[in-house]
Every structure is written in structure tokens, then in C-alpha cells.
């Protein structure tokens, strides 16, 4: 790809930089003002909340611990197998954990909603989701995330993570996609 058919995809800044590192900054004080001494988990879902992650661990001032998922839901039409493919699994035995699922975006909510099906037969201490975005009108199954920095009208969006064909998830602000 060229320089200019980089740019040339980038229609519309819709979220800065910095109002991301001032929500992120915020959400990292209330997981810090949060910790009961129990061991939390920021867990990313692969690959596009890896971003969100790297700058979330750092706005938390108590002891937590990383890890990484990757994991695919199987769908007929709007309907779940209730089968979550998970490439890459957590090392860590979340019994002892409050767990924090950190996502990128919550679109039809499919993903999600089976990896929380799945951690919480696992029996964490407590489990909550994280995302950066919210897109509440494509949702297929219902799913709330606890918290969602950030909601959005119906548009692909790229940046801070959030890729198309693997480019553009190092533009530092959320952008629309042309
Ligand atoms: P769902 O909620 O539909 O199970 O899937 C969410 C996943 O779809 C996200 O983690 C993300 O990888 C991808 N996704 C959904 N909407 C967008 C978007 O607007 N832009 C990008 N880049 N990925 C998206």
C-alpha cells in the first residue's frame, strides 16, 4: 500500500488522541481506586484491543497482571453454537482473579458473549468487560458491556488498534474508514 492510499482510507478523525488518553486515564483511576487486594486481570481479546491494553496497564496504579486471548465464535445465521474457538488461551487459573475483559469494540456482541460464557464457568472472583467502543445498533445477541468508553454511530472504523485488512491499527486516533 502506498502513502497516499494509506490516507487516502482515512475519512474522518471521529475520536482524538487525546480524548482517548483522558477516558483511558479515567478508567484506569477507577480499576486502581477498585482494588480490594485481591490480584486483577486485564484480559485483551487479540489482536485489537492490544493497544487499548498497553495503555490501560499503565493508567492502573495497584497490582494486576496481563493476559491474551484469541478466540472465534461459530454462528448460524444469529444464533450461537455456544462454540468459542480459542487460539490462544489465558496461562493464568482465573479462580484467583478478578478478571477484566479489555475488547476493542462490542459489535454484534457474538464474540463476547461466548467468552464470558466461557470465563465465567471458570469461576473468576468477579468478571467485567471493558471496551473501547460501543456499537449498540449491530447488536445480534444481547450483550452489555459493563463499560464502554466510547459509543458509536453504525460506521467501520479503524485506528488505535482497530485494523482493516491488518493496516491502519497504528493510526493513534479512531478513525472512519473510506
Ligand atoms: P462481534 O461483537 O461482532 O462479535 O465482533 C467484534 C469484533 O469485530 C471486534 O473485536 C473487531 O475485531 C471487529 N469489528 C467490529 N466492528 C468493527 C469496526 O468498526 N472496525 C474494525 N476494525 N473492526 C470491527
Not at 475520536?15 to 486502581?32: M, P
Amino acid at each position: 500500500m502506498t502513502k497516499n492510499e494509506f490516507n487516502s482510507h482515512i475519512k474522518e478523525v471521529l475520536i482524538s488522541e487525546k480524548e482517548i488518553a483522558d477516558a483511558v486515564a479515567e478508567l484506569g483511576r477507577k480499576i486502581s481506586d477498585s482494588y480490594d487486594g485481591n490480584p486483577i486481570l486485564l484480559v485483551s481479546i487479540l489482536k485489537g484491543s492490544f493497544i487499548f491494553l498497553s495503555d490501560l496497564c499503565r493508567a492502573v496504579t495497584v497490582p494486576c497482571e496481563i493476559g491474551f486471548m484469541c478466540a472465534k465464535s461459530y454462528y448460524q445465521d444469529t444464533v450461537s453454537s455456544g462454540v468459542v474457538n480459542i487460539t490462544m488461551d489465558l496461562e493464568q487459573d482465573i479462580s484467583k482473579y478478578h478478571v477484566i475483559i479489555v475488547e476493542d469494540i462490542v459489535d454484534t456482541g457474538r464474540t463476547l458473549n461466548d467468552v464470558v460464557n466461557l470465563l465465567k464457568s471458570r469461576n473468576p472472583l468477579s468478571l467485567q468487560v471493558f471496551t473501547l467502543l460501543d456499537k449498540p445498533s449491530r447488536r445480534t445477541v444481547e450483550f452489555d458491556p459493563d463499560i464502554a468508553l466510547f459509543t458509536i454511530p453504525d460506521l467501520f472504523v479503524i485506528g488505535y488498534g482497530l485494523d482493516c485488512g491488518e493496516h491502519f491499527r497504528n493510526l493513534p486516533y479512531i478513525a472512519e474508514y473510506n
